[in-house]
């Protein structure tokens, strides 16, 4: 599983309207609405690493209301969650 974390400044005026259709999008697991210099920050999680540019690039910054983006790419999470068990459906991989 490939993670991004991406900070959006949005229409003030459009966060809800932003923030749901974000979180329609595929690839896009959560949007949480948020206090600092951002409005919301949107949680993309993809089987492939190229994936990820397709659903910034070619999804979230074009969702109207979008302003701009800032994304951060993960290499390794740190939880007490295991979240490879949690979206694995008991398929080998594929590599």
Known sequence: MNTAIVHIDCATDAIPEVAEALAAL?????????????????IVRVAKFDDIAEV?????????????????????????????????????DAD
């Open 26 to 42: 595929e690839g896009v697991s959560e949007v949480y609405s948020v206090a600092g210099n951002v409005d919301l920050i949107a």
């Open 56 to 92: 910034i690039a070619g999804r979230i910054s074009k969702t109207p209301g979008v302003v701009n983006t800032e994304s951060h790419i993960a290499f390794r999470a740190y939880s007490k969650h295991d979240l490879e068990d949690a979206f694995a459906i008991g398929l080998p």
